[in-house]
């Protein structure tokens, strides 16, 4: 079954009927504006790492296919071949207690439980694993039988009774140590294992991607490890953002009712990411006139501010922007992508037409960027990368609309589903490129009346508010129908887009955190929001 990146489920029969499918950020229940929402775990710690837990070991099985030749042939290697029962045993158990199913160690699982059983059990744990590990390793020779008489029995061959006695005892007294998804691991040495398994670690950034997913209604069986490495991305490259404004928030929200200086030091903390002033006004009244009604601690006063924004951000969907943009299956789709230069557009047809790839729709690219020579090669080259093709006129100076025109008549014959334009980087003072743009978009509502348009606009949030003086003038031109925020990694700009959503009163459709092919996803207020103010 194919995952549909757009629609954020997987592909199935619905999908061909064309139905709405809510938006991820619909899909979180609120049953209260101060309490995060959890539909399938309970906030309860245990409750969510069991969950992150669970979706791990999933991750780890899709995974097996693919490693076990590499696996076996590791385990040939490293295992000798006389190894006696008694040594498999001892390995074994060994390794079963190094390596949970999470490709780290009981350790580092169990750190993440902060209780005395636990700490204690920890303990109990460790000394298991180095006693069996200093018998394991002392171990000079394989023994060749275990049904010699005890009166004949050798150093070695009593060492490796005595071992097993021992290991019997260990393994008793272990019974009551919590020994979460343990299976067996196929290699000799798990911790090489277990990384080259997963390509991912079972850390406090996995736990945390895993909690905003179940708190999305995800079950830990349908998570995948593409989602989780995007999540940790993204609160990755929010960490500037967030480090600059979480903790000032908290101290001064912490004090109760907001008075006129803690207003002050707030709305400085907001402008300073970004969040614009007429963003910053709604967010400081609204929080006002909660923390005037009552005395709220912290963590409250920090989820109820993080409804605020979550509201602020879906706001648009509200109105005449349909909350799902996912392509229509069977039908064309076509987005045109546009901005000023640099801001992002080319890597971001590129992302956008992996995802369409991944998601099982057929796509085309109309590489309409005629006005810089490398910009046709470079469209090539992520067309390349992804897989999908790239309609391009060669000639010196064409005009991009022809292009566009081509574009949309191999789409139609081909019966394309998704016809993705890159357009030439553009300032938005320069009219002549304006009117080409504007042309552009008439040739598209024209030539294909029955498609579903969107019109994108890439921001470059480094460049703050300053990018958005840009929007009006690109909205008359091209018809704007939402945003994609690009290099949202490093900037302590993060705020930008709620300055984008209030000023210019478009959805932010996709963000991106970095130059790769898989850094980019459809835009979740949740996500962000979580990842923005999550501590
Ligand atoms: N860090 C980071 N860099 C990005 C991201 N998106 C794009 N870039 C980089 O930004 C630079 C410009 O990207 P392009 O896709 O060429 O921008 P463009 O808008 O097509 O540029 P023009 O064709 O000149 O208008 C490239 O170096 C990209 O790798 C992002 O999300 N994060």
Redesign the pocket.
Known sequence: MVFNWFRRQNNDSSDTQQQETPPVTESQPEPDATSTPSPTVSDSTADLLAFAKAAYKNIQEKQKPQEAEATTELADVQLPVETTEVEEEVTAEAETIQSPVVGTTVTEVLETIPTPEIEVANEEVQEIIATTQQDVESEPEPVESETTSPTTLSFLERAAAEREAKQERLIASAIEVPEPEVVQPVAATTSETASEIDGISFDEGFVWSAEVLAAQGRRAEDISIEEITWLKKLRQGLDKTRRNILNQLKAIVGQGPLNQEAVTEIEALLLQADVGVEATDYIISALQKKLREEVTPPEEAIAYLKKILRDMLDAPLKTSHKASFAPDKDSLNIWLIT??????????IGKISHLAQQSGYRCLIGAA?TF?AA?VE?VKVWGTRSGVEVIANPGKNTDPAAVVFDAIAAAQSRNTELLLVDT??RLQNKKNLMDELSKIRRIIDKKAPDAKIESLL?LDATLGQNGLRQAEVFSQAAQLSGVVL?????TAKGGVALAVVQQLGLPIRFI????GIE??RPFSSYEFVEALLSG
């Open positions: 901005g000023v230069n640099g801001a992002g557009k080319t890597t971001t960027d810089r910009a470079q030439a980087g890439v690009t290099k949202l990694d490093g991106g955190a970095g130059e850094d980019l």
